[in-house]
């Protein structure tokens, strides 16, 4: 386990060091989830929410092999698409 003291600023904000970020896999911009137990202790994790992308492009795959790419029609604005759909 990797441990280090930081200190909260009077705003709340405290600095995660790089070597900790880095050995959690923390990325620059990415979403951290942060959990306060009753014994007040904090647990800050990365979302990952790679098991929703794979499960967004295993459903686009499924869409291309069912329709095929010509069923997708093409909006310049939103306007247009709903003007499409009264249309049906």
């Known amino acids: 386990m990797t441990t280090t003291t930081i200190r ?3 705003g709340g904000n405290f600095t995660v060091p ?3 970020r880095k050995v ?3 990325k620059e911009g990415q979403s951290l989830v942060v959990s306060v137990y009753a014994n007040k202790k904090i647990v800050i994790e990365p979302l990952d929410l790679s098991h929703n992308e794979e499960r967004i492009n295993n459903s686009a795959e499924k869409a291309r092999g069912e329709f095929g790419d010509k069923s997708a029609k093409k909006f310049k604005t939103a306007k247009g698409a ?3 759909l009264h249309s049906l």
Do not use: P
């Open 24 to 26: 959690a896999g923390i």
């Open 8 to 10: 909260a600023t009077s």
């Open 82 to 84: 709903i003007d499409y």
């Open 18 to 20: 790089a070597l900790l």
